[in-house]
């Protein structure tokens, strides 16, 4: 087991060196920092000695150092737009994000398992077959489309929900504002939730069926049932426990996944989160930011994939765990 | 079939009748191969049936700007689906567009066939330290969703080379951004069939007859990988084409200049709220229904042929 978490975080790191590299060159290749602190007007002397000043004209190499020992002690430059720490104006967005990621969660996580082992009991029931073929038109309609069909609907033609926004907020931990509870807060994460859990829904859907038909034929499923086992039981407890093995892999996957498909239910909803952040800062050229951005987010996605990776590990008895990272 | 039997090899036309037979069988198949050869035929074929040219800035007239479909009151019979706000004919745009999208989602998922099939089969066939380094970076590129890459990939090149330039390479940027993240779709399913294959005996005996090791990848143990092939090449067309039309929906696809559905929808979303929903809705339908069409065959492809594809691929 320890060999294995010494060879997980190893790789970890190695991963977020690349990011971190890439992030780098992508600073020092776009726009220039002299600029954007003295503008047009300064003569070329007093440039070639800020310059110098700055440590620009050092080699790739000692400036990627710095910008590494400063990234660890937090400092990720200072966003040309906001005029503040780059990492001070991402962890304003993050709780936004969060919590729409949270609600998508929460609403794949509530339909999927429920569904999934119902098409897997009667994979030929009329509800079945209906949730099986609205899952392919799910997976067939990009998620801007989902969520303009429903702005369209809901907003625009019914008028009951609100098109963009995070409506009424309430600080809770300092900084950390919630949109859980207030009624509008509700009225706003609504459909950009809905719209960011649409993509996702219709292939964990399909993921547990599958998992689940194929659990469902095994030796100790037709046993339980022979024991008398109530059949509820035995869906739930038993074999379930057995689907989530992969549904956990495939859920590890798909948090890339995620963080792309926040940036455009984000941007269709103009949702103040780090995704519609990332596009704006984009546009504006705001290079500390785009910047902190991937290391950020970066940071996240490695750390989250590790932590599935180890529950893997850990849950799945038949793994030799100290062998699966050769 | 009989005329065919006798010019092709005996087992591949046994897998043909059988494949031909239950697509005939399959209403589901049928109407989505004429869905999909339709709109594939209008793409095609677009330069000479859209009514006007819609990348010809010259010919919009701004008087017909906004105009509705044809079906609607006050829609103009000269253009049958309406037009945007640039008084561009939604028609020919939609036509052109759909000729796009089709056209970076089959040549991203040619990209992504090329790489993944090459790495796969190397993978397989040599196996030891290279299989497993390969497939480790095939697990990390597979973590790094497409679309996560892509929208980084393509805001940090269009901020540092400028939208001029960046508009003028857009489709092929689109092509080869799509085209590279994907790979391990194919290299993780034509590696799993390699194993199974490399163990038989014919290869064993094309071994001993003394044929390559490129040889031997690619005229004997490919065309037996060719089922699973089939059906993720159609699931890749269709993500790709969805792929394209998100990034160009967030601007960081086809300059405006050169519509694809994506960005037609896009652009017409911005009008939606004053009730011009013919801009966003009628691409949007467009391509949901191709995108669409393409998941079923897929779909039914992956229950004829019922590949063994590589657990958790999807």
């Known amino acids: 087991m320890f060999a294995y978490l010494v060879k997980r975080a190893f790789q970890a790191i190695a991963v977020m060196f690349v990011i971190s590299v890439v992030s780098f060159a992508i600073q020092d290749n776009l726009g220039d920092p002299l600029r954007e602190l003295v503008g047009q007007s300064v003569s070329e002397e007093v440039r070639e000695q800020l310059r110098e000043e700055l440590g620009l004209n050092d080699s790739f190499f000692t400036q990627y150092l710095r910008f590494a020992w400063k990234a660890l002690h937090g400092d990720l430059g200072t966003s040309y737009f906001f005029k503040e720490p780059a990492l001070t104006v991402i962890f304003k967005k993050l709780p936004a994000t969060l919590e729409l990621v949270f609600g998508a969660t929460f609403i794949i996580i509530g339909l999927s398992v429920p569904l999934g082992v119902y098409t897997a009991i009667k994979p030929n029931g009329l509800f079945a077959r209906v949730v099986m073929g609205l899952s392919i038109v799910g997976i067939s309609v990009p998620v801007f489309l989902t969520a303009i069909a429903m702005i369209y609907l809901f907003s625009v033609e019914l008028q009951w929900l609100p098109s963009f926004g995070r409506g009424e907020v309430v600080a809770v931990f300092g900084h950390w504002e919630t949109n859980f509870l207030t009624v509008d807060g509700w009225k706003h994460i609504l459909l950009p939730s809905i719209a960011l859990a649409s993509i996702m829904l219709p292939l964990f859907v399909r993921l547990i069926r599958a998992e689940m038909m194929e659990t469902l034929q095994s030796e100790y499923v037709k046993y339980a049932t022979a024991k008398g086992v109530r059949p509820m039981r035995i869906y739930f407890i038993h074999a379930l426990k057995n689907t989530l093995l992969p549904v956990i892999t495939v859920g590890g996957v798909q948090i890339g996944t995620m963080v792309a498909y926040t940036i455009l239910t984000e941007t269709v909803f103009q949702w103040p989160g780090m995704g519609f952040m990332f596009l704006e800062a984009v546009n504006r050229v705001d290079t500390p930011l785009i910047v902190a951005y991937l290391i950020v987010v970066g940071f996240i996605f490695v750390v989250t994939n590790t932590i599935v990776d180890l529950i893997y590990g850990l849950v799945n008895p038949t793994i030799n765990i100290a062998r699966m990272g050769a | ?314």
């Not at chain 2, 497993?132 to 940090?156: C, E």
Request: hydrophobic share 50%.
């Open chain 2, 1 to 314: 079939m009989s005329a065919q039997t006798s010019t092709t090899a005996r087992r591949s036309s046994f897998w043909q009748s059988n494949f031909v037979y239950s697509f005939r069988k399959s209403p589901v198949a049928i109407v989505s191969m004429i869905v999909f050869a339709l709109i594939a035929l209008a793409a095609l074929f677009a330069p000479w049936i859209a009514p006007v040219d819609p990348y010809d800035q010259a010919l919009f007239d701004i008087m017909d700007s906004e105009l509705p479909p044809v079906w609607q009151t006050y829609g103009d019979p000269r253009f049958l689906f309406g037009t945007d706000p640039q008084g561009r004919d939604m028609l020919s745009a939609i036509l052109y567009g759909t000729r796009l999208s089709l056209l970076i989602g089959v040549c991203a998922v040619a990209v992504q066939a090329f790489l993944g099939i090459s790495i796969g089969l190397i993978a397989g066939y040599i196996g030891g330290r290279l299989d497993s380094l390969l497939m480790r970076m095939a697990d990390i590129q597979l973590s790094f969703s497409t679309l996560m890459v892509a929208i980084i990939f393509l805001a940090v090149s269009q901020a540092i080379f400028g939208s001029d330039t960046f508009n003028k390479y857009a489709i092929f940027m689109l092509i080869v951004v799509i085209g590279v993240a994907e790979w391990p779709q194919y290299a993780r399913t034509v590696r799993a069939c390699v194993l199974a294959e490399k163990k038989k005996e014919y290869v064993d005996s094309a071994r001993v007859l003394g044929f390559g090791p490129l040889r031997i990848m690619v005229r004997h143990i490919l065309p037996n990988a060719l089922s699973p092939i089939f059906v993720i090449s159609t699931v890749q067309v269709a993500n790709a084409i969805i792929s394209e039309a998100s990034l160009s929906f967030l601007g960081l696809g086809m300059p405006p200049s050169q519509p694809s559905l994506g960005l037609l929808i896009s652009s017409g979303f911005d009008y939606i709220f004053s009730g011009s929903w013919w801009i966003t809705t009628i691409p949007g339908v467009v391509l949901v229904v191709l995108v669409l069409v393409i998941n079923l065959l897929g779909d039914w492809m992956r229950d004829v042929l019922n590949p063994r594809l590589y657990k958790g691929d999807k």
